[in-house]
């Protein structure tokens, strides 16, 4: 099973095409972040209440779900370039409708379309970056997915400044959509075109594209459990790092938010820095010991009593999971079995279902015990996932796997220089 090289692309246009999907992550977490930071406006609007908007957020979910699951088997059959720019204009549009919600039904539409359009995008901008990442024949992943953060990051500053100028909610995310549309305008000309990715060889994949029935690959459900994990124990800190601080060790809100602050910010600094330890030490290498440091922080976050220790764990969390994620995804995309766009989307698809299921599964075990005991689920987890980092093996559809290819060497003619 042999996949087919990556054309040549002139080493200019590939920095363009590098630029241009740093702006696409970019703008995706800008638009999530600045739906974030008007729960509050839009839940006044609408009337709901915390319970109602409980449920209606799940339609987040379930739309993002539906979205991966379409937009995967689209980008093979279209390119990753057009869905790329089909999920943004989509998501561009979406992110002003909860602000135009008027009840809990409209609100539920808008957030599951919402959602579909998020989906959509992420998994269509993942595989346009493992096109522009195999032509670089080095890895290059995490630094997107770090975009996404700083664009989340941006999203809530700009987003929150709004809000205390007085803007209101259909305003702020107007302003939203339209910087989207803005920087992804500027983005599109640099994507890299259907004629630029390569195309698989493999029968399997032929199957999928002919439309033979075929069976999701055993190292997809590999790469989709790790993924699954993971991205569990990531949405774990997301909703209850300032919970667990408040309950613990009885701070008040205004401290306990540091704990999420830690895990962002080296959850970021890691993604910017991941791609050179890659270069060294191997995807496998990283998500192994990445998995072992992110347990490491949650052992100090529930055995410590002293908040800045408490504090520290959250951060060795956020470092160990900050490179793993990403280096999932460029295995996916670069299986030799199935096809790109499908095979990402299956992975993606249950790495984001672990990011919802991690903080109910918290939640539920607090109920009966409590957070700090209920945090041991992520630990074990992370544990798991150290087991099944061997999945990330390169292919021989992987660059970096070709014995010819120095993956820490820039190409002749297929990369830039820095």
């Known amino acids: 099973m042999t996949t087919a090289k990556s054309p040549t692309i002139d080493p200019a246009r590939l920095r363009r095409a590098r630029v241009s999907v740093f702006g696409t992550f970019g703008v995706g977490g800008l638009l999530l972040a600045m739906w974030v930071v008007n729960i509050p406006a839009v839940q006044e609007r609408t009337g709901v209440s915390h319970a109602t908007l409980g449920l209606l957020l799940l339609l987040i979910g379930a739309g993002a779900f539906a979205g991966m699951q379409i937009s995967g088997p689209l980008a093979d059959r279209i390119g990753t370039r057009t869905t790329t720019v089909a999920g943004a204009a989509l998501l561009c549009l979406t992110v002003n409708l909860p602000g135009l919600a008027y009840d809990a039904a409209t609100l539920g539409f808008a957030l599951f379309v919402f959602g579909f359009a998020n989906g959509a995008l992420d998994v269509a901008m993942n595989a346009q970056a493992v096109v522009v990442e195999r032509a670089y024949r080095r890895p290059i ?186 280096q999932l995804f460029t295995a996916a995309g670069n299986l030799r079995e199935g096809t790109q766009g499908v095979n990402m989307s299956r992975v993606v698809g249950m790495g984001y279902l672990g990011l919802l299921a991690g903080p109910a599964l918290v939640g539920w075990i607090a109920e009966f015990t409590s957070l700090n005991v209920a945090l041991l689920a992520p630990l074990l987890f992370c544990l798991v996932a150290v087991l099944l980092a061997g999945s990330l093996r390169p292919t021989a559809a992987d660059p970096a796997a070709d014995p010819a290819v120095d993956p820490a060497a820039e190409p002749a003619a297929g990369s830039p220089v820095h």
Request: net charge neutral.
């Open 141 to 326: 992943m995490s630094a997107f997915h770090a975009l996404f953060s700083i664009g989340g990051a941006a999203g809530a500053l700009l987003g929150a400044g709004l809000i205390a100028a007085g803007w209101s909610v259909s305003a702020i995310l107007l302003a939203s959509a339209l910087t989207g549309v803005v920087v992804m305008a500027a983005c599109v000309p640099g994507l890299l075109p259907r004629a630029d990715e390569d195309t698989p060889t493999d029968p399997a994949a032929a199957g999928s594209r002919t439309g033979r029935r075929v069976g999701i690959p055993r190292t997809v459900w590999l790469l989709g459990a790790t993924a699954f994990l993971l991205m569990l124990a990531e949405g774990v800190a997301n909703d209850w790092s300032a919970l667990q601080i408040t309950e613990h060790l009885g701070e008040p809100a205004s401290v306990a938010a540091l704990g999420y602050g830690a895990f962002a910010v080296t959850m970021t600094l890691g993604r910017l820095v991941t791609d050179r330890i890659v270069m060294r030490v191997g995807p496998v290498a990283v998500v192994r010991y990445g998995s072992l440091i992110g347990a490491s922080g949650l052992v100090l976050v529930t055995a410590s009593d002293w908040l800045w220790l408490t504090l520290a764990g959250w951060a060795v969390l956020g470092l160990g999971l900050s490179g793993s994620v990403p």
